[in-house]
Structure formats: structure tokens, C-alpha cells
T-cell receptor
Framework: AQTVTQSQPEMSVQEAETVTLSCTYD???????LFWYKQPPSRQMILVIR??????QNATENRFSVNFQKAAKSFSLKISDSQLGDAAMYFC???????????FGTGTSLTVIP | DTGVSQDPRHKITKRGQNVTFRCDPI?????LYWYRQTLGQGPEFLTY????????KSRLLSDRFSAERPKGSFSTLEIQRTEQGDSAMYLC?????????????FGPGTRLTVT
């Protein structure tokens, strides 16, 4: 079974600093997709960044980047130059290449301190 | 592109009552998903539609739950004989057939409270 683990229920970062959110997953598949979603308070979930498992290069989207370690089954999110608007719940998610289900972790609540 | 919409946003019901939620996906998206999210947890997959066909259902979806997507457009999720354990946020998401593997757009959710 696929499981996604986020071991940091809460994290905080000073505005303009860098923070890294951790995620590990368990799978026996070789082809899959990994995602980070952001869920601001009382707002809908939006995709932050995605990584295809067959790609060795780590994905980057502006201030957001990932550290994808396939052998270790680790997928961390780095947020650089943190902004107040980054405060949200962040969910790591996994999807098999051949499946329809997304499997989500329990989330990390990020607080940005002015 | 007006995004995924869900109605109602909040629903309070008494135990034993039936409730129905509606999801309107992004217009060109042929795939639609329902998730349930409880406090402190990530979304859990409930069911998936491709056009009007319900292709996958989670074991979480008991017999009291039914979902439909007539004509492959909007979808409804009905819960019969609600129980307190059904209290949760119900999320809908949609994706385009060409990008379904890696893009899901979520709606704002319907928060259900069963008293």
C-alpha cells in the first residue's frame, strides 16, 4: 500500500528566510508522481510543485524547489525568501503512474513570522 | 476558467438525515474526484469519475454514500442516514484528460457537521 508521511505537524519560519518541509513515502512502484499542495486557511487547495519520478532533476517553481531522493523515498519542499502569504497547510501527495488516486500526507502547518 | 465550485459550502444536519452535495468541475475537465478530509488529516480518496462513468470507489465509501455524474458534467455526493463520524470536509477535484496524471484542481469544499 502507498503511504505518505509528513513528520512535521508544524513549522515556522521568519519572513525572508528559507524553510524545508519533509515528506517520505512508501511504494513498490518505479513510476509515479509526487506533489506538494498548499491549503491556505479557509481557502482551496492549490498545486505548488510536482515531480515525475523518472526525472532525476529536481523540480523548481520560482521560490519553491524540491529535493527528490528516489532511493530514500524522500521528497522535501524548500521555500526560499518566505513571504507572509506562504502561511498555510502544506500537503505532500503521491500518485502511481497507472492509478487515479492521490495519496496525501497528514500535512505540515507553516507559520511565517513577520 | 472559473475554477471548481462546490455547493453548499457549509451544511449542518442532524444524525439520520440525508444530505447531498454538488460539485461543478472546470468545464473542459472530464475527470472528477471526491475526497474527504477530517481535522488534522490529509484528503482521503472516495471516488473517481471519467466522464459519467464511476470508475473507482474507495473502501471508505460505505453503502450510505452514493455519487453520480449525469452527463459527465456536475457531480453529486449523497450521504444517507448521516452519522456523527461523517462530519468532515468533502472536497471535489477535477482534471483534464491530457493532464490528469499530474494536475488536479480542487474546489473549496463542503464542510459537513452532523449533530
Amino acid at each position: 500500500a502507498q503511504t505518505v508521511t509528513q513528520s512535521q505537524p508544524e513549522m515556522s519560519v521568519q519572513e525572508a528566510e528559507t524553510v524545508t518541509l519533509s515528506c517520505t513515502y512508501d511504494t513498490s512502484e518505479s513510476d509515479y508522481y509526487l506533489f506538494w499542495y498548499k491549503q491556505p486557511p479557509s481557502r482551496q487547495m492549490i498545486l505548488v510543485i510536482r515531480q515525475e519520478a523518472y526525472k532525476q532533476q529536481n523540480a523548481t517553481e520560482n521560490r519553491f524547489s524540491v529535493n527528490f531522493q528516489k532511493a530514500a523515498k524522500s521528497f522535501s519542499l524548500k521555500i526560499s525568501d518566505s513571504q507572509l502569504g506562504d502561511a498555510a497547510m502544506y500537503f505532500c501527495a503521491y500518485r502511481m503512474d497507472t492509478g487515479n488516486q492521490f495519496y496525501f500526507g497528514t500535512g505540515t502547518s507553516l507559520t511565517v513570522i513577520p | 476558467d472559473t475554477g471548481v465550485s462546490q455547493d453548499p459550502r457549509h451544511k449542518i444536519t442532524k444524525r439520520g438525515q440525508n444530505v447531498t452535495f454538488r460539485c461543478d468541475p472546470i468545464s473542459e475537465h472530464n475527470r472528477l474526484y471526491w475526497y474527504r478530509q477530517t481535522l488534522g488529516q490529509g484528503p482521503e480518496f472516495l471516488t473517481y469519475f471519467q466522464n459519467e462513468a464511476q470508475l473507482e470507489k474507495s473502501r471508505l465509501l460505505s453503502d450510505r454514500f452514493s455519487a453520480e455524474r449525469p452527463k459527465g458534467s456536475f457531480s453529486t455526493l449523497e450521504i444517507q442516514r448521516t452519522e456523527q463520524g461523517d462530519s468532515a470536509m468533502y472536497l471535489c477535484a477535477s482534471s483534464h484528460r491530457d493532464r490528469a496524471l499530474y494536475e488536479q484542481y480542487f474546489g473549496p469544499g463542503t464542510r459537513l457537521t452532523v449533530t
